[in-house]
């Protein structure tokens, strides 16, 4: 998991792989804190918004790498517990080894 306190617009699911494509996120919406210094030559970021309601929120992140299909599954699931309000809403950072272009990256969000 990579920790950024950072909320920004657009798609919902983002693969970052460049430091261009990095700060330039952050352009009109700033961080709670500084970036941290990511060597883009050997990694990428993903990037997955998704929220939950719950007095309680449990994330699990998981990435696979599937190899002989050249395609990056990057899965959030959240467990819910209780019936408060209001619905939490953020996004899901991780840190993965570089994405070679021909690759393609899937998002799942699974509510549990």
Same mark, same amino acid.
């Given at each position: ?16 792989? +460049?430091?261009?494509?990095f700060? +330039?996120?952050?352009?009109? !919406? ?16 993903l ?5 939950? !309601?719950?007095?309680?929120r ?8 599937? #190899?002989? #299909?050249?395609?990056?599954?990057? !899965? ?8 408060? #309000? ?6 899901h950072?991780?840190?993965?080894p570089l994405?070679?272009? #021909?690759? !393609? ?8």
């Amino acid at each position: 998991m990579l920790n950024l306190d950072c909320s920004v617009g657009g798609p919902n699911n983002l693969v970052i792989r +460049s430091e261009e494509a990095f700060q +330039s996120l952050f352009d009109n !919406t700033p961080c709670n804190g500084d970036l941290p210094a990511i060597d883009f030559s050997q990694y990428s970021i993903l990037g997955q918004f998704g929220g939950a !309601t719950g007095c309680e929120r449990f994330y699990s992140r998981r990435v696979k790498i599937k #190899e002989n #299909e050249k395609e990056y599954l990057f !899965t959030v699931k959240v467990s819910e517990c209780g019936g408060c #309000e209001p619905f939490e809403i953020r996004w899901h950072w991780v840190l993965v080894p570089l994405v070679p272009e #021909e690759y !393609t990256v899937s998002f799942v969000f699974e509510t549990m």
